[in-house]
Nanobody, 119 residues
Framework: QVQLVESGGGLVQPGGSLRLSCAAS????????MGWYRQAPGKQREVVAT???????NYAGSVKGRFPIARDNAKNTVDLQMNSLIPEDTAIYYC?????????????WGQGTQVTVSS
């Protein structure tokens, strides 16, 4: 059974920074990508940043240049450094792992961590 444990959310003032961390445990055979998604109230879940096994990154346009993503393959962790936060970044942030085992691909999700940007 795969588990993703997120940490680092909270309340921050506009212009501030937060760092989200996600640690994966369990039987993960082949991780294809790791990343972060978010869901604001009344909106659909959207991609924030992803990082493939080959090192390719994908960022939402609204966070590009502000939210660098990094992963540690040996530890199965993925971090999101959130800088220059704005109120529009307020959302629940979810860690995601996209993996493959025996020819079957699976998306795993963390429980979510709240990020609130407010003065």
């Amino acid at each position: 059974q795969v588990q993703l444990v997120e940490s680092g959310g909270g309340l921050v003032q506009p212009g501030g920074s937060l760092r989200l961390s996600c640690a994966a445990s369990g039987r993960l055979f082949s991780i294809l990508a790791m990343g972060w998604y978010r869901q604001a109230p009344g909106k659909q879940r959207e991609v924030v940043a992803t990082l493939t096994n080959g090192g390719s990154t994908n960022y939402a346009g609204s966070v590009k240049g502000r939210f660098p993503i990094a992963r540690d393959n040996a530890k199965n962790t993925v971090d999101l450094q959130m800088n220059s936060l704005i109120p529009e970044d307020t959302a629940i942030y979810y860690c995601n792992i996209y993996s493959r085992a025996f020819g079957i691909t699976t998306n795993y999700w963390g429980q979510g961590t709240q990020v609130t940007v407010s003065s």
